[in-house]
């Protein structure tokens, strides 16, 4: 792939087909990421206003061989939004097409273009009297574009599914700047190949997406939660069993936690209030929804008596009010953050079938024993199979203290979870990051299609060169 830097001589020809003010020098938070692996670069920032600008600077930069990384709300955590080496790209971001262009609460669909802000796009559902399901810690920040671009997962993913679920139709312009129009609101149309699902999860390499028909779906009337304390991971998946058993898809979200992740909080956010007075090793955050006539409340209690009973649950406490409910998410939430302040060694994101995770745990934990010791925090969405298994230094150490056993570490996780038939990356994508465990972990012949896809759909290779397809290496004109 031979591409040439986005230098002032390209730039000048890009800004004579542009609006003034369309193109701006690079502000420092387009060249950050939110865990301060990378330090990106780039030629300009171009800022479209309409999906005929979008088509305008993909051609010119196609013509010219210049690199694009699309970019929406840059909370992305495998640095697909960060072109640190190769040509200088130039960054294309969606930030001034935010319009919510139609609403048609009837079908429940949403059509909104692809710079809107995630928490924005719930506003507008709620003020059509639906929900976007779609939820997230980075909601107030990520924009639908890349939310689709990553399939980001979030939440309710147990009850609602993945952003891949919630899309009816997109706006995408190809690399060569033809813009593909298949922002349809059908719930049926199998006219061929699904372009859309190919452009979802894409990084940015396939396509641009400018818009989406999004699905949306009613409110539920009352909704709840609770914290209740397990044992083990394998009390909290016979804790879910039951739970789905009773409540069905009433429930919303089924979030583990871990004694770790309540000990990081202490330490770094004390003002965050701990729901036991003694930390548990493990406890869940129920979420429901449900219709009118049942009171979450009542659902929960008699959840908890039937799991006490079978002495799935040893503690719990129901959330007596909304603000109480808000309560047990931030603190969800705010785990993320606690584990940014105290510096992982090694972070992962991957998925298990269901029936695997207790015995991956065990093993993970007795086999990295052996290199060192650590603290783990292990939490994530449990009811989606999706954890975030981090390791970190003891008290008194530094990440920078283990650096040498950092490759051995994600290695060894990653084999594990292979092992066990799991994904490596179940809901944050390639990027950069992870581009040589999709090589290592990927099904040869998946592999050749998606080049094959690649070739035909970006035969230049300026759609965010070096994200997630990273073998072809890059080189300047
Ligand atoms: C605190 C925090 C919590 C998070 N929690 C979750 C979580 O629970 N679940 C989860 O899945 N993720 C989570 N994330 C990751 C992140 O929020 C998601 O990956 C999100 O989808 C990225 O959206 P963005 O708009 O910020 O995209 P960016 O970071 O700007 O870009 C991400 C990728 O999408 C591409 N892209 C962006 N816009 C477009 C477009 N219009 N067309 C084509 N490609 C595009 C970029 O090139 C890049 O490859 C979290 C991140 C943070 C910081």
């Not at 770094?268 to 729901?275: E, L, N, S, V």
């Not at 989606?384 to 490759?407: M, T, V, W």
Request: proline share 5%; hydrophobic share 45%; charged share 20%.
């Amino acid at each position: 792939m031979i591409l040439r830097d986005c230098d002032s001589e390209f730039l000048d020809r890009l800004a004579a087909i542009l609006p003034q003010g369309a193109l701006l020098p690079p502000a420092p938070r387009y060249l950050e990421e939110p865990r301060g692996r990378w330090q990106g670069r780039a030629g300009a920032v171009a800022l479209p206003r309409s999906v005929d600008e979008v088509a305008a600077i993909l051609r010119t930069c196609n013509s010219a061989g210049v690199g694009v990384v699309p970019y929406g709300g840059g909370t992305g955590l495998v640095g697909g939004q960060i072109s640190a080496e190769g040509p200088v790209p130039l960054i294309l971001s969606l930030e001034r097409m935010q319009a919510i262009r139609a609403s048609y609460p009837s079908e429940n669909v949403l059509v909104v273009e692809a710079g809107a802000v995630l928490a924005d796009v719930q506003r507008a559902a709620a003020g059509a009297g639906r929900l976007f399901p779609l939820s997230l810690a980075s909601e107030g920040s990520a924009r639908i574009g890349g939310l689709l671009a990553t399939n980001a997962g979030g939440v309710n993913v147990l009850r609602y599914g993945n952003a891949r679920d919630l899309v009816l139709g997109l706006e995408v312009v190809l690399a060569d700047g033809r813009i593909w129009n298949g922002l349809k609101r059908l719930r049926k149309d199998n006219t061929g190949y699904d372009l859309r699902h190919l452009m979802i999860g894409s990084e940015g390499t396939l396509g641009v997406i400018t818009a989406a028909s999004l699905r949306l779906v009613p409110r539920p009337a009352r909704e709840g939660a609770a914290l209740m304390v397990i044992e083990s991971p394998e009390a909290a998946l016979r804790l879910l069993a039951l739970a789905q058993a009773r409540l069905g898809d009433a429930i919303q979200a089924f979030e583990l936690i871990s004694g770790a992740g309540l000990a990081f909080l202490a330490e770094t956010m004390p003002q965050i209030r701990q729901p036991f007075s003694q930390a548990p090793d493990w406890m869940v955050l129920i979420d429901l929804g449900l219709p009118k006539a049942m009171a979450p409340e009542d659902a929960l209690e008699a959840l908890f008596a039937e799991a006490f009973e079978a002495g799935l649950v040893q503690d719990g406490v129901i959330a007596a009010s909304l603000a109480q409910r808000t309560e047990f998410w931030a603190l969800r939430e705010s785990i993320p953050e606690a584990n940014r302040r105290i510096g992982a060694i090694s972070s992962h994101d991957i998925s298990l079938p269901l029936s695997e995770i207790a015995a991956f745990i065990t093993r993970a934990g007795q086999a990295l024993a052996q290199i060192s010791d650590y603290r783990i925090n292990c939490f994530g969405h449990l009811g989606d199979g999706n954890l975030h298994y981090n390791i970190f230094p003891l008290p008194g150490r530094s990440r920078a203290d283990h650096a040498q056993e950092r490759d051995a570490i994600k290695t060894y996780v990653h084999d594990l979870v292979q092992e066990f038939g799991g994904s490596v990356s179940a809901e944050h994508g390639i990027g950069r990051l992870k581009t040589g465990d999709l090589i290592r972990y990927g099904d040869p012949v998946k592999l050749a299609a998606m080049r094959a896809i690649k070739q035909a759909l970006d035969p230049r290779g300026i759609l965010n060169p070096g994200a997630v397809l990273a073998d072809g290496e890059m080189q300047r004109e």
